[in-house]
């Protein structure tokens, strides 16, 4: 009686639904009257049956008196007898679609009680859900068809995840385990057999205190265990969090105190793992003493590593050839009552055993190894660090070493990204037109070849570039918007200050850098206001301008007296900057010595380049101004001059704020171009450079024919704002520095 109700209903509903789609598409005069269209289902599962929860169904629909102009569908939970006929009710709830057949992922998240084994010490169970797919055609007069439908039950079975390391040498029993160490796990996700095999979606973990029967009590009633769960992390998330996690650097794990480790899959039908095994993804353990000193390794381009115990896996990196690696280190072992009693390090050791191929003997004075270059191969730095209780930590680095070519003149990294829309108001340029500005810049440079030298982010899923991609070219422009994790630009010159640095940190090679430091030549440039520019360097947590690098990467220090390893980061080192600041944006530091800001007056009308700078004065072929693009500053226009002023805009080591801090400039930052303010008067960063040469490594010329050694430039606005004219003089004149220009 109820399946006939519904069909009932069914039929009724979908009746008004075409006698308004013909009402909403009425024509008049001849032919006004409308045949519904038919349609009916060629493809997919049986009435009833039970199958995987990826369905592939087809579909085709006729009409006697029109065509057909697209299909609806929807579907629903439950079969006809119990599915809510509020779901098919509505035009908002059925989708378009102009396709006769599609796959879709049904859910499957009602657990069965069979257990199924997958292997030794895996288990999986099954999941299902009734679902009910529905149908229609839609004619070219708006016209529905009734729906054709199939109900069907999607049945998966669930995933699990296994604890892979630390190794248990003895599967499903208690082990020792130090009070901070690494858990890995690996998740499979079987999809409808045990041999079809995919990744889970997503996997969460909790870390319980040892009860008596803890383990029968998750498996009988894992509802109970609900607010214990880390939140759910995507398998493939960055930096591994979804496969590993760090075991007391956010918990207390006491000496000899006895824990549950367990870890939860889910997959992409909402099934998820409901046997725990401690063979399998549950880990039994009491804690111990730590295994060795913790070891803090830096090497002066490449950054900071920290590491614990004789089982880390070698840092791996590519490295130009010839150019110096030079590591320090220090070790402490106070967080378990011990004393570092001596460092070695060695290279390319065969057995780590043997003293005699340390290149040291061990000594506590032994905290640096000599700088050293390699041409080619592939070498490995072991530095060990021991206790006075007999533990050891040891680090190796391996350096894999390619040739230094810089064959090619210029590269321009394309890392500012728009979409191709209806220009209005001149805000943001298309990608069209920031693409035209820039390939006509790079035209001018010798040997430019706009179908090989150009590396479009983008269209590499905003990945950094190759890091020998870079050195296949002696020059290289960087164009770059900004968005935190997302922009190549901002992943590659981020910076993490020492004191922020933890075992499970995720460390980002600034090979940009190194790239200068070998005597490559960048030009960068972009959009500088709030996250933009070399702001990026900086943690998300920790941007509030303005800001000094050197004392405050790692947060606001009074007198500098705390974390000042941001000298390192890319910004500071390379670039030569000391203070950051906007001209626009929503941070603002809280000290009562900054001045009032007011966008009004502190929006930029202009630049003029800097006549007192030596290095810009050596330069006659810059233009003494640099102004607005005219189409940018045209009536009506969003950077329209009687609106409001330019704000896409980054400064650098600003007069005010250098004065009020004691803070100085560093010699190898030369000013450019300065702003002009809307207010020259009131405004405190008036004058403020917004770009500049850098002459750290201006000096180093590479052993590579054609090289050069000339300076680097940055700019904290996006060129394609302003003057063409002007902005082709300024590349005329960066590029005859470079020894490449065309014209």
Known sequence: MRTGICRLFLVLSFAVACFLGCEENAFIGEGASNKAPSIRLTGGPLEGDTTSYRIEFSWIGSDVDGRIDCYEYVLCDGDLTGFDPADTTGLDKWRSTVRTDSTFAFSADQEEDEAVRVGENKYTVFYKRVHTFFVRAVDDRGGRSEAAYRSFTARTLAPYAVIDYPKNPFPGHEQSLPTLFKLHWTGEDPIDETWNIQEPESTRHLLLRVKTGILDSLNKNPESFEKYWTPWMAYDAPGDSGTTTVIGDDEL????????????????????????????????????????????????????????????????????????????????????????????????????????????????????????????????????????????????????????????????????????????????????????????????????????????????????????????????????????????????????????????????????????????????????????????????????????????????????????????????????????????????????????????????AAGFKDTTDAITTAHPGLPADLTLWSKVTADKMFFDPKVRGFWYVEIYDPKYWMKITGAASQSCLHPMYRMRARNAIYSPINGAVIAFWTTKYADVQPDIEGAVAAPCVHFGIPLWFFNRTQANAIADVIFKEWHISAM
């Open 253 to 604: 794990i006491t000496m000899q105190g006895r824990y549950m480790f367990a870890v939860q899959a889910k997959d992409d039908a909402g099934a998820v793992t409901s046997v725990f095994n401690a063979a399998e993804n549950v880990r039994l353990f009491v804690g111990y003493k730590s295994p060795g000193p913790m070891l803090q390794v830096t090497e002066s381009h490449l950054g900071v590593w920290m590491v614990l115990g004789a089982n880390n896996s070698p840092v791996a990196y590519r490295v130009p050839a010839g150019f110096p690696l030079e590591f320090s280190w220090s070790a402490n072992a106070s967080s378990y009552g011990g004393e570092v009693s001596s460092y070695q390090y060695g290279w390319d050791i065969v057995d780590l055993s043997d003293p005699n191929e340390w290149d040291v003997e061990a000594s506590p004075y032994v905290k640096s190894a000599p700088s050293i270059v390699f041409q080619s191969g592939v070498h490995t730095l072991y530095i060990k660090a021991e206790d006075n209780l007999g533990s050891t930590t040891l680090f190796s680095f391996e350096a894999s070493v390619f040739t230094l070519t810089m064959r090619k003149n210029l590269l321009w990294v394309d890392d500012f990204y728009s979409t191709d829309y209806v220009q209005d108001d001149y805000a943001f340029p298309t990608k069209s037109e920031h693409m035209e500005f820039w390939l006509g810049i790079c035209s001018r440079a010798k040997n430019f070849d706009a179908t090989a030298d150009v590396y479009v982010t983008a269209s590499q899923s905003f990945q950094i570039p190759d890091i020998e991609l870079l050195w296949n070219y002696k020059n290289i422009i960087w164009s770059y918007t900004s968005s935190d994790n997302v922009m190549a630009w901002d992943n590659m010159i981020r910076f993490t200050p020492e004191s922020l640095i933890g075992q499970s940190t995720t460390r980002h090679f600034d090979y940009l850098s190194y790239y200068m430091a070998s005597g490559g030549h960048v030009w960068t440039e972009g959009k500088g206001d709030e996250r933009g520019g070399l702001g990026a360097v900086l943690l998300p947590a920790y941007r509030s301008f303005p800001v000094n690098l050197r004392c405050e990467s790692a947060g606001i220090r009074t007198g500098c007296n705390g974390d000042t390893s941001g000298v390192n980061g890319i910004a500071y080192k390379a670039y030569c900057v000391t203070v950051l600041d906007k001209v626009k944006d929503p941070v603002r530091k809280g000290d009562n010595r900054l001045p009032a800001r007011n966008i009004d007056y502190d929006a930029m």
